[in-house]
């Protein structure tokens, strides 16, 4: 049996402004990140990870895989602070977004959690949060404090 | 012989804030501008309406009330083909798939002479209600719209990463938008034409940090027409004409964020693209007189001449701020002004970049002539680069 890698869990007290979808395959990625569970999809002939999680292979095309945990740790590889937003999004700017490197060789893009007196630079290390918002989860990242 | 594509003739209008507000009394109708640009372009060209064998049009904008605008505009000029008439779309890529395919149907032998067209109207939907378009158009929808990425985001994100390794300034992406200014200044295409000076360009609003007001594209509007022909045809009209030496087109294979970690500022679709159009053509980096990129910000412009070989990695922001690709300087670099001030119309702002390159190859650039332009380069690209569509274009006296 997998274990699983759990993240810290910070509530929001408001609605997300712009919902991801949920299909009968990513809702199980989106109410394990509910729980805190950060998990996507490993193929079992390959061995080899994906992220957003897929109901395939992209690298074998192959129908074989199983959820598997991603590392709740990684760098920053890049990031931006967004002032022009869209309407959606408005009364959140400016926000932070950015690029992070997983340490299992995964690289995905998030928003970002500012951490009070860490200003963001590239390289920095990073940890995995899950945004809980009144209408359900986002993944985030945020710096890691005293590292 | 292998046929080969000319560009014989051209139009365009400035690119500037045309589209009228829903609520104006007199509306700018988009058939009334393109069916003039057709006729401008045709007489540029010296051929006439019966020659005409296809039309690509780009997709308007979803704004544009007039739907299937490529065949009401044949009506409305009552022009009959035999070739292939259509509009294409994607995204960023779609005016540069336009000529492309237009290329295509003088290659492929059903047409003599085809024309690459189209309209891009935006500017009276505000940026934040655009946005919300286009903010579906890069990345995944679900699982990054959600974080609040814009298209511009990406690129603030190259920027970040490009100073980050090569310990660039906020002064040296500026220096693009200074020298583009400059270009735009000579460009009566262009939409902002007013010079620059560095401490303007740093000083203004951030709008995706660190880029500010200055080094994004601005809203605009814009609309062209390209006639394209044989090499035969072009030939016997007995004007100069550009000819297209050599084509290239890459895609990575990942949209918008690659989630096996790689160089994402090294731009791998515009290097595999422009080496297949180098070879095509039977040329190599340093023989390019002039380029206009699809370039969105001053970082991407930087990007883009390290990934074409124009400029040393790591070297593009140096090379604008000591003027390497200024006009005069070494290679000049978007003499049209670029999409920070010629503008930006993004269905079409390639044929803008062709329209450049083919006025600055018919020695027909005015104030802004690059002396003895024989070889010039235009990119069209998607995402974040992650697909690049390359043409060497050269003077054919």
């Known amino acids: 049996m997998t274990t699983f890698t759990t993240l810290p869990v910070i509530e929001i007290q408001r609605k997300r402004s712009y919902p991801p979808r949920h299909s009968s395959f990513t809702q199980g990625f989106w109410s394990g990140l509910t729980q805190g569970r950060w998990q996507t999809t490993s193929c079992q002939v390959c061995q080899k990870q994906t992220f957003p999680p897929k109901p395939f292979c992209p690298h074998c095309w192959s129908p074989r895989v199983e959820w598997a945990p991603l590392s709740a740790r990684g760098v920053l590889y890049s990031w931006t602070r967004i002032y022009a937003a869209p309407t959606a999004f408005a009364d959140e700017s400016p926000y932070a977004t950015g690029i992070i490197d997983l340490d299992s060789n995964i690289r995905l893009a998030c928003r970002l959690v500012d951490v009070p007196g860490i200003d963001l630079k590239p390289d920095m290390p990073m940890e995995m949060v899950v945004l809980q918002f009144e209408d359900g989860p986002l993944f985030a990242a945020r710096p890691v404090a005293n590292a | ?397």
């Open chain 2, 1 to 397: 012989m292998t046929q080969r594509v000319a560009i014989i003739g051209t139009s365009a209008i400035p690119i500037g804030r045309h589209q009228t507000a829903d609520d104006a009394e007199i509306q700018t109708l988009e058939h009334e501008i393109m069916s003039r640009l057709v006729i401008d372009a045709v007489n540029d060209a010296g051929i006439e309406k019966k020659d005409i064998e296809s039309l690509i049009f780009t997709l308007p904008r979803p704004y544009t009330r007039q739907k299937y605008f490529h065949t009401f505009l044949l009506g409305q000029m009552r022009l009959s083909c035999r070739g292939s008439v259509m509009e294409v779309m994607g995204n960023g890529m779609t005016a540069a798939l336009a000529f492309d395919q237009a290329c295509n149907e003088i290659l492929l032998g059903r047409a003599n002479v085809a024309l690459a067209l189209g309209i891009n109207m935006e500017s009276a939907v505000s940026a934040a209600e655009h946005a919300m378009s286009s903010m579906r158009a890069t990345g995944d929808v679900d699982f990054h719209t959600s974080a609040g990425f814009t298209p511009i985001s990406w690129y603030a994100m190259d920027a970040t990463r490009y100073m980050h390794e090569h310990g660039a300034t906020r002064e040296h992406l500026a220096a693009v938008a200074v020298k583009n200014r400059y270009h735009a200044s000579l460009n009566p295409l262009a939409q902002y034409r007013k010079p620059i000076t560095i401490d303007e360009v740093i000083s203004q609003r951030p709008i995706v940090e660190p880029l500010g007001l200055f080094d994004v594209p601005p809203r605009g509007d814009g609309a062209a027409c390209l006639v394209l022909a044989s090499e035969e045809v072009a030939r016997s009209l007995g004007r100069p004409y550009v000819l297209v030496r050599g084509r290239g087109f890459f895609h990575d294979g990942s949209h918008q964020i690659n989630d096996v970690p790689n160089n994402m500022i090294g731009f791998e679709a515009a290097v595999q693209a422009s080496r297949t159009a180098y070879d095509q053509a039977g040329v190599v980096a340093k023989d390019i007189d002039l380029a206009e990129f699809y370039a969105p910000c001053t970082i991407v412009e930087i990007l883009v001449s390290e990934a074409l070989g124009l400029c040393p990695t790591g070297g593009g922001a140096r090379a604008a701020l000591d003027g390497e690709t200024r006009l005069g300087g070494r290679i000049p670099i978007s003499t049209s002004g670029g999409l920070t001030s010629r503008g930006h119309p993004a269905y079409v702002t390639s044929l803008y970049n062709y329209i450049e390159l083919a006025d600055q190859l018919r020695g027909r650039a005015g104030a802004r002539q690059v002396k003895d332009a024989r070889l010039g380069v235009a990119t069209g690209e998607l995402g974040n680069y992650n697909a690049a569509l390359i043409h060497v274009l050269e003077a054919m006296q």
